[in-house]
Every structure is written in structure tokens, then in C-alpha cells.
């Protein structure tokens, strides 16, 4: 049961109201591998970096379980950077540089002993790219998830709506849902979503959670209350890795197991605010994601006697 | 088993992006009593309006159980008038006229019939006014919920500091939160106001749902996801009629079933956000409160299995 994830390795440079990073290691591949290695020990990773980026950098996935044969290392360039800077509320950002670098002619390759993945993680990336990989695939994996950003919906949309129509579940942000469908009401833009081809729809709200949509069902997920959110880098893909990482664990792909799978992600997401990068979701014990996972119950659950 | 509730009555007109009204009947105590009319028929209300005031309205609330002897009719006065726009995200409003009239010089005066009651809830007034109610009463009530608004803060804070330290259940906004605590983390800011007085705190968040903390416990109740809000007036006040017209009925002030009366509170402002002003809580079934609430279990429900 392996888990094929594809995405940034990239440098990230971070400043929010408690601090700021020089470069440090992210990229949506990163957090979502990490989060995923969690759950399951069988994950491919597809990408690239110069020859920039550290080998203990590579290393500390490889001892999450990463394989990383798929991550291409460019001789005499750079890796993917981007630095932003943090508002106060920690919800909104601006972005202060992005240097492409490797990124701009990416060619992603899928190893031979990758095939037969039955799970596929398409990080955030340009549409173009997440759809090479999947047309590479000799069978197609029993669940494709894809994330995006309102970046591609600017620049690349008609590459964006071939590729959304090809996977299984969407993972995107409230704001980028609405942009999608130009509606307000996120039961309405689920609604058109899910007729864009995905059969799955998870909507992040960031401290608010998540919604699950699928047919005309819908689950909702909370984030966790924490006392101070420290950097929000990585917590969706971070989110998708957990998610992704449960489902290829359980192996069970149905609209409940889903809903735990969520709730999975939001405990790996909330970890990964805590600190800068990273660093808070390198070195998790299996006992603290368990705690974590209960937290999330006590916090949701209630029995409801209804009035007669 | 009585329930008493203080706050407005008043004529509200407002505008969304779907409509405007022309004056309607609202207020606090008007929502509230109304939202709490399903749970118990026991209700006692102490308020004031103008001549001007239509019969019928307050034949209205008699009809849903609302005993009226505490609102008192001022001969050649006129009614608490409010006039609103919405924004197009309906979280936010502009105030476009404020006409104070009769609530003034309100001199809140409880009927002597309406002593002894168990369940107090103290809608959004003037905290002297909230005092002046609380200090008629020759016996504590077993359980009192107090909500209030920023005004108040900008306006009359030692006042308000006074009445919050009084009260057994603080319901306010995030924002509002935030303002009296200067605190940006929701769990800081509920640390700060649980030593200010109340035992329970609720945070409201709009369409995010609301946070129940007590001592270190805390309980996140979601929105539920609707395709069209279509005014937001009244549904902080009928969630929190639902909330303490819930613990009325069940005589049962746990933290357990606080869980529960979020619920049904949540359930009863859901229903609120429909119509325009009282329109659609005026006429639930008992059946259509209980599906709604189904649809709150639907909507967080999961099981977990942990991981081994």
C-alpha cells in the first residue's frame, strides 16, 4: 500500500509577529511526506531541488521513510524559495520574494518502482506538472488527492480545470473555493465544485477548520483552540499529508473513514503551527499524535438527548 | 421552572444584499424569548417599548408563552429604533441610525410575580440596567447568562466589569473577546475572562461556530453550513434564547449539557438567519427544531479508532 506524494522541497524564509527564519525546509512535498510518514512507512516522493539544498535535509525524510529516488538534484542550481511575512491574525501573508529557480522547467519523472502507488498526493504545484505525473502512472491509484492555490486560478486555469477534473479529492482554502466559483456561499461554490469532477471536496478555513463535502452530505472538522498560533506555514499541506497518510493506513477509502482521516490531518496540522517549519512535526511521538487525536473528540464530542 | 429575560424591544429595519425591510419587530428580548419558547412556556419578560408598538407583536410573544406583565408601554413615547446594512460577507454591518426613545430612561421594574425565578438571561442592555434587574431579585438565580456587546466596552466598562463578575455565563463575540482582554488568541483571551467573574464562558464566532470554556475544558459547537444567510439580526440573541430556554427545559446546568444547549442554540440561530427578522423562528415545529439539530450530529459526528 504505497503512497506516491508529489510537490515542493524548497527553501522557505518566514517572519510572523514571534520571529523570523533564515532559509529554512519546507515545500508542500516536505510537510505533506512528513505528516503522512506517521501512519505509513511506504511513501515515494517526487520532486526536485538544486544543488543548494542540504543531503541532511534529504536525509531526515529518508528517516521518516521517504523514499526519495524521484527527487531529482540539479546540478549548479537553486532550489524553490519563497519568503513571506505573517499578519498579526496569522491568516493573511504577504509573499516578499519567490525565485522559481529549478521549479521554472521542472520535468517530473516517476521511478519505475513507483508504479502501482495506490494513493497519490499531488502537493501544490502548477497544474501541468501534478497531470505529467499522473499520466505516467501505469494504473491509476485507487485515490487521488490534489491540492491547489488561487495562484494557478490566475495564471493557468484552463491547466488547473483538466487537472481537477481528473482526481478523486480537492483539497482548497475558503477564499480560493469562493474565487473558484464566484460564490459567496460555500454550500453553493461545494455544490459547482463537485461537478467540476472531484467526487470529494474539503474546503480548510484555517483556525476554522474544515468542511467535508461529498453528494449532499457534509462533515466538518475543527481546529484545535491553541493558545498562540506560531507560524502557519505548511499546515494545509501538512493537513493533506495526515489526511492522505490515515487513508493509505486504514486503507479504506469511504466517506467516514474520511471524516476520521480529516480529523487525522487537523491534529498533524495543528502540531505544525506551533513552531517555525518544520521542526515541531520532525519529532512527534506516536503517544502525542494519539493525544492530540483525543483532544479533537473531547472537544467536539456531545450526546444529544433530543426533547420529546 | 421559570426563565426571565431582559433586554430590547424594538423596531429594527435592515438591509442586506438580499433585501430591506421597513421597521420590523426585534430586539434582544424579542429573538431570545421567542428562540426559548420551544424548550419552556414558563418565560417572563422584562422590557420597554413606546406607544407606538404594534399589540399584535407583543400578542406574538404571548401566544409563544411570553408573559408580558414586565414590559412596560410609555404613553406618547416611542420605541428603541436600530436601522442596519450588511455587508456582503454578512459578518459585518454598518449601524445607520440609532434612535434610543424609551430606553433612555428605562427604569427596569420586575413584577412581583415574576420572583423565584430559576433561569435568568440578561440580553444585550446597558450593564446598569443588567444590574438593576439582577439586584430586584430576592433570590439568586440558580443560573445566570449574560450577553453584552463592544458598545458597552467603549461606553460604560466599569459598569460592565461590575455586571460580567456577577454572572454565571458571558456570551460575546471573538471580536468582543478579544477587545476586553487585548488578547488576539481566543484560549488567552477565555483564561482572561474566567477570572473576571463567570464560570462559563461562550464565544461566539458568526458562521465559525461558537467555543464553550470552562475552567480548562473547552467545547466547539460549528454553524452549520447553509447556502444562503439572509439576515444575521437576532441570531446571537436566538442562540442564546435556544442555550438557556434548553437548560430551563432539562433543570440540568453541567458543563455535559451547556454541550447540549449549544446545540439547540446553535440549531434555533440557524433557523433565525433564514427570513428576515423574527420571521422564521415564529413558526417551528417541534419536528423541525429536531431534525435541525440532527443535521448539528450529522455534521461532527465521526468515530475514531486510534491508531496502534
Not at 510537510?31 to 534529504?58: E, Q
Not at 511575512?85 to 521511478?111: C, E, G, K, W
Not at 483525543?294 to 433530543?306: A, G, K, P, R, W
Request: overall charge negative.
Amino acid at each position: 500500500m504505497s503512497l506516491l506524494v508529489v510537490g515542493t522541497v524548497a527553501f522557505d524564509a518566514i517572519e510572523t509577529p514571534f520571529g523570523k527564519t533564515d532559509r529554512i525546509f519546507g515545500g508542500a512535498a516536505t510537510y505533506a511526506s512528513l505528516a503522512a510518514s506517521y501512519f505509513t512507512k511506504n511513501i515515494n516522493l517526487v520532486s526536485v531541488v538544486g544543488d543548494d539544498y542540504p543531503m541532511y535535509a534529504i536525509r531526515q525524510l529518508n528517516e521518516h521513510g521517504v523514499n526519495t529516488d524521484g527527487l531529482q538534484i540539479k546540478d549548479g542550481r537553486k532550489s524553490f524559495f519563497w519568503k513571506g511575512r505573517y499578519h498579526a491574525d496569522m491568516n493573511s501573508r504577504d509573499t516578499l520574494d519567490t525565485q522559481l529557480n529549478v521549479l521554472a522547467d521542472f520535468n517530473p519523472i516517476v521511478p519505475d518502482t513507483y508504479q502501482n502507488c495506490e494513493f497519490l498526493m499531488l502537493g501544490n504545484l502548477m497544474p501541468r506538472i501534478q497531470q505529467q505525473v499522473m499520466s505516467q502512472l501505469k494504473e491509476r491509484p485507487k485515490l487521488v488527492v490534489m491540492d491547489t492555490m488561487n495562484f494557478w486560478m490566475d495564471t493557468a486555469w484552463n491547466d488547473l480545470m483538466a487537472t481537477i477534473a481528473k482526481v478523486d479529492v480537492l483539497t482548497i482554502n475558503d477564499a480560493e473555493a469562493r474565487q473558484l466559483t464566484k460564490e459567496y456561499s460555500l454550500v453553493k461554490a461545494a455544490q459547482k465544485i463537485l461537478k467540476l469532477g472531484p467526487r470529494f471536496l474539503i474546503i480548510k478555513k484555517g483556525e476554522h477548520g474544515a468542511l467535508l463535502f461529498h453528494g449532499s452530505q457534509v462533515f466538518f472538522a475543527p481546529a484545535l483552540p491553541l493558545e498562540d498560533v506560531f507560524d502557519p506555514t505548511g499546515a494545509g499541506d501538512t493537513f493533506a499529508g495526515g489526511f492522505i497518510g490515515y487513508l493509505a493506513r486504514t486503507k479504506d477509502i469511504s466517506f467516514d473513514n474520511m471524516k476520521r482521516g480529516i480529523i487525522y490531518g487537523s491534529a498533524m496540522a495543528s502540531f505544525c503551527v506551533e513552531k517555525f517549519g518544520t521542526e515541531r512535526i520532525l519529532n512527534l511521538s506516536q503517544e502525542e499524535v494519539e493525544d492530540r487525536v483525543q483532544e479533537f473528540v473531547d472537544l467536539v464530542q456531545f450526546d444529544i438527548t433530543l426533547v420529546d
